[in-house]
Structures are given as C-alpha cells and as structure tokens.
C-alpha cells in the first residue's frame, strides 16, 4: 500500500473521551502514524463534552515505552474541540474549522471520515445534525465518510429505525458499521485458508461436518462500564456481531474473487438471511443458555440484574450446503480464560474417532488439525494426535496488526470489505429477535456462575 496516495484526511472522533478512543483507536492511529501509514495531511479531530487537556489525555495512554519525540510529532495531528453533540450551533463551527483546515492543508477537496463512538440512544440525533449541517454528503470540499461503532441498534426495530435514520442522510456506500473481529488477521485469514487448501473444499459441508463451535471468552468482567453493559448483555455484544459475522466467514460459498466487496457482502448475506428462524418458545429454550458471573449484581449496584454476562445459541443455515448442522455460539465475560477459537468437528465413522480442525482467531493464533491414529503397539488402540499452525513459529519477523489499524487502513483506502452492511445487520437481528424476546419474559433460566468458570453446559 502506499501511503502517499490517500489524500488530505481528517478524521473527526465523536466520543473522544470514551473508553474506545483511549484503548483502542488512539493507539492504532499512533502505531500507524509510526509507520508512516498516515498521509502527511492528517489531523484528528476529538470531539467531547469535556474540556480535555492534551497532556492529561496522553498520560493515561499506556505509551511509556514509546519515543517521546515520536509522541510530540503525533500530539500535533490532534486537537480537541468542545462539543455538545445534540446543538447545531456546535455542528456550525464545526463545519467551520473543516473549511479552514482546507485553507490549512492549501487543498480543494477533504477526505472527512466521521467516526461515531457515542451510544446508540443519541446516534439518531447525531446523524439528523450532521445533515442539517451539511456534513453529510459528498460535495466539491468534502467526501464524507460516516464511521459507526456498535452495537448498531438494541434490537430488531431499533436497528431498522437507525438504518433508516442514516439513510436519510447517508448513502449505504458512505457508511462503515464497523465489527472488529472482522479486521482481525486471524479471520481474515479464513477465506485465505478456505481458498488456498483444497484438501478441506470438498469436506466443507453437511456430508462431513458433525458440527461448528464458535466460542469468544474473556478472563474480564465488564471493566467499571456498568451502565453500558446493564443496556446490553453478552448476546448483542458479541453474538449479534462478532460471532455470527465469524459463522459467515466459515460457511459462506466462497465468491469466485475475494477481493471483490459486493461478493463478499452478498455472500456474508446469503449465510445470516438463511439462518432458520426460532418458531417458538419453546424451540428458543432448547438452543440457548445464558449465565452471569457471580459478582456482577454487586458491580453494578442491581440486586436484580438479569442481565447475562455468558450466552450461547445454536443455530442452523437453512440450505442445502449446511442443512442439519448445529452452529453454536457462545461468549462469556469472567471466565477462566482469554480464548476465541472456532472448532469445525468432522463427522465421525466411527464413535472413537475425532477429527476436528480449530481456528485459534486469539490468543496463541493459528490453526491446529486433529487426527485420530493407531497408537502404536500390539493392539488397535487409537488416539488423538495434532498438526499445528502457529502465527509465532511461522511468521517470526512479523508482527500483525490489530483490527482497529486495518479498520482505519481500510476507511483511508474506502474499502468496506471488513465492515457490516445494513442487510447483514438486519440478518443478525432478526434471528435473535426472539431470544431477546424469550429472555426479557423469562425469569428462570439465568445461571449464576463462579468467576474465573470455564464453559457452561
Ligand atoms: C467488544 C466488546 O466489541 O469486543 C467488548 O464490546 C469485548 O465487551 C471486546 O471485551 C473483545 O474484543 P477483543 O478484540 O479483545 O477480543
């Protein structure tokens, strides 16, 4: 890739003081702005309530190891405005300073990129200001692109209600719903792998595979964001997007070029529109289960929180390919471990066989294959024995990004490959709509696990 070609961009954080900005995306733009991944022409604007002082920002960002003259050079691409995000007058003077900094940069046109990390509830009201701002569309000073962190709705409707709230002002091509696990290296790398071993294309479907496990844990707990997470619980967190968009990428019927992004979309598209839909209560009983880690109430001051900290719902793609094979998903927070890992079981013809391979998406990334072989001896004893891929042994001298760089590399480059289109997330909420719905009536079913557990069955 070469830098040089993105053009004058500034990239205005909506929510810099948030808890995104300061773990995840400031770090990334520092690490690209080390390796000169940044065009020259590059400012961050950081947008909040508060007043926030540059120096005291810095110093909660975890960069004592890093060079403090690379540190200065990057503390000048970023200044902070004071913003109220529900008054138009602030979007005004916005839209003000963009136009000045186009005098700045001595440029015709901006590449403005729009990066929403605010909550949902106030999203709608943001994206009406920007269009009554005229900061929304593309014009001869600017190209606007609209950056959208999730959760992208609470629900069905809600979801439907922000598509449609964004339409109004945005075009569907203007707009990155981002999903992190889907810039991850160790995803992307599935339909690279899928592709390129063609020992695995013919087994890849019904006739071979038992079943598909996709499971995200985390040794943390919800890290002091009570309120967020009282509003939100493991199943929209992670299954709505992170776990069912890595489903897609396991099962989806490989487009003839991976590197065209209509394919790609309308294939991610065609596994989540097809998933088959729960008919009942009681159906949605049998293929869910949810959990809350023991000190949750207490964290966030709810004796009756019934919100769930662990969920896990199977499901099934309903055409020919996949029919019959359970997919569950399961995440939990304040478990025993770190481990997000996808395992496809092959179909055993015998009760003592296992054959199964893993994508380990993170940590120890990589992808192990289990056979099963006869242990040597005098009899027919067998026994489980592995083949494995390790990122660390094979690619020593190279470390690889994390998601939020490839995010901004990919919105510099207006590549939406890696992000969620409005289809897709009306896909996913739709067929977790009746376990929303199933748990919000339900009272029962809620187990309370001992921090630090492993998997719950
Ligand atoms: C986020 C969730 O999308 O993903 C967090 O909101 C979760 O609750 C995080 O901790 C996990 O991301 P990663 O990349 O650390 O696995």
């Given at each position: 890739?070469?830098?040089?070609?993105?053009?004058?961009?500034?990239?205005?954080?909506?929510?810099?003081?948030?808890d995104?900005?300061?773990?995840?995306?400031?770090?990334?733009?520092?690490?690209?702005?080390?390796?000169?991944?940044?065009?020259?022409?590059?400012?961050?604007?950081?947008?909040?309530?508060?007043?926030?002082?540059?120096?005291?920002?810095?110093?909660?960002?975890?960069?004592?190891?890093?060079?403090?003259?690379?540190?200065?050079?990057?503390?000048?691409?970023?200044?902070?405005?004071?913003?109220?995000?529900?008054?138009?007058?602030?979007?005004?003077?916005?839209?003000?300073?963009?136009?000045?900094?186009?005098?700045?940069?001595?440029?015709?046109?901006?590449?403005?990129?729009?990066?929403?990390?605010?909550?949902?509830?106030?999203?709608?009201?943001?994206?009406?200001?920007?269009?009554?701002?005229?900061?929304?569309?593309?014009?001869?000073?600017?190209?606007?692109?609209?950056?959208?962190?999730?959760p992208?709705?609470y629900?069905?409707?809600?979801?439907?209600?922000?598509?449609?709230?964004?339409?109004?002002?945005?075009?569907?091509?203007?707009?990155?719903?981002?999903?992190?696990?889907?810039?991850?290296?160790?995803?992307?790398?599935?339909?690279?792998?899928?592709?390129?071993?063609?020992?695995?294309?013919?087994?890849?479907?019904?006739?071979?595979?038992?079943?598909?496990?996709?499971i995200a844990l985390e040794q943390i707990g919800i890290e002091g964001r009570a309120k967020f997470y009282e509003s939100i619980g493991a199943l929209r967190d992670l299954i709505q997007?992170h776990l069912?968009?890595?489903?897609?990428?396991?099962?989806?019927?490989?487009?003839?070029?991976?590197?065209?992004?209509?394919?790609?979309?309308?294939?991610?598209?065609?596994?989540?529109?097809?998933?088959?839909?729960?008919?009942?209560?009681?159906?949605?009983?049998?293929?869910v289960l949810r959990g809350q880690y023991e000190t949750y109430r207490q964290e966030v001051d709810n004796v009756d929180s019934m919100v769930e900290t662990y969920a896990s719902v199977?499901?099934?793609?309903?055409?020919?390919?996949?029919?019959?094979?359970?997919?569950?998903?399961t995440t939990g927070k304040g478990m025993d471990e770190k481990r997000?890992?996808?395992?496809?079981?092959?179909?055993?013809?015998?009760?003592?066989?296992?054959?199964?391979?893993?994508?380990?998406?993170?940590?120890?990334?990589?992808?192990?294959?289990?056979?099963?072989?006869?242990?040597?001896?005098?009899?027919?004893?067998?026994?489980?024995?592995?083949?494995?891929?390790?990122?660390?042994?094979?690619?020593?001298?190279?470390?690889?990004?994390?998601?939020?760089?490839?995010?901004?590399?990919?919105?510099?480059?207006?590549?939406?490959?890696?992000?969620?289109?409005?289809?897709?997330?009306?896909?996913?909420?739709?067929?977790?709509?009746?376990v929303i719905?199933y748990w919000s009536?339900n009272q029962n079913d809620l187990i309370i696990y001992p921090n630090g557990s492993g998997e719950l069955n």
């Amino acid at each position: 890739m070469n830098p040089t070609k993105i053009e004058s961009t500034i990239l205005v954080i909506f929510g810099i003081s948030g808890d995104l900005s300061r773990k995840k995306l400031i770090p990334a733009l520092f690490n690209l702005f080390k390796q000169n991944y940044l065009p020259n022409e590059f400012k961050i604007i950081g947008l909040s309530r508060q007043n926030i002082n540059l120096d005291e920002f810095f110093n909660k960002l975890n960069f004592e190891n890093e060079d403090p003259l690379m540190i200065n050079n990057f503390k000048k691409k970023l200044s902070f405005v004071n913003f109220d995000p529900q008054t138009i007058e602030d979007y005004k003077t916005l839209k003000t300073m963009l136009v000045d900094q186009l005098n700045d940069f001595n440029c015709d046109r901006l590449n403005l990129l729009l990066y929403l990390s605010i909550p949902p509830n106030i999203y709608s009201n943001v994206v009406r200001n920007l269009g009554q701002a005229e900061l929304n569309e593309n014009n001869e000073q600017f190209d606007v692109k609209l950056l959208v962190e999730k959760p992208f709705g609470y629900d069905l409707k809600s979801a439907e209600k922000l598509i449609n709230d964004t339409k109004e002002y945005f075009t569907e091509d203007q707009v990155f719903r981002i999903d992190h696990y889907l810039a991850k290296d160790t995803a992307q790398n599935i339909l690279t792998f899928r592709r390129y071993n063609p020992l695995f294309q013919t087994a890849w479907n019904n006739q071979h595979i038992k079943d598909i496990k996709i499971i995200a844990l985390e040794q943390i707990g919800i890290e002091g964001r009570a309120k967020f997470y009282e509003s939100i619980g493991a199943l929209r967190d992670l299954i709505q997007s992170h776990l069912l968009q890595l489903m897609a990428l396991i099962t989806l019927t490989l487009p003839k070029d991976l590197a065209n992004k209509e394919s790609i979309h309308l294939a991610r598209h065609d596994i989540l529109s097809n998933l088959k839909p729960f008919i009942n209560t009681d159906e949605v009983a049998r293929n869910v289960l949810r959990g809350q880690y023991e000190t949750y109430r207490q964290e966030v001051d709810n004796v009756d929180s019934m919100v769930e900290t662990y969920a896990s719902v199977t499901v099934e793609i309903e055409n020919s390919i996949w029919k019959g094979v359970p997919i569950t998903l399961t995440t939990g927070k304040g478990m025993d471990e770190k481990r997000t890992e996808i395992i496809i079981n092959f179909t055993a013809n015998h009760e003592q066989a296992l054959n199964k391979l893993t994508f380990r998406i993170q940590p120890n990334e990589g992808i192990g294959v289990y056979l099963t072989v006869k242990k040597p001896g005098l009899d027919r004893t067998t026994e489980t024995v592995s083949m494995d891929f390790s990122y660390k042994n094979s690619f020593k001298e190279l470390s690889y990004n994390t998601s939020y760089e490839k995010v901004i590399i990919d919105v510099l480059n207006k590549d939406n490959t890696l992000f969620a289109t409005a289809d897709e997330i009306i896909d996913t909420w739709t067929i977790l709509q009746p376990v929303i719905d199933y748990w919000s009536t339900n009272q029962n079913d809620l187990i309370i696990y001992p921090n630090g557990s492993g998997e719950l069955n």
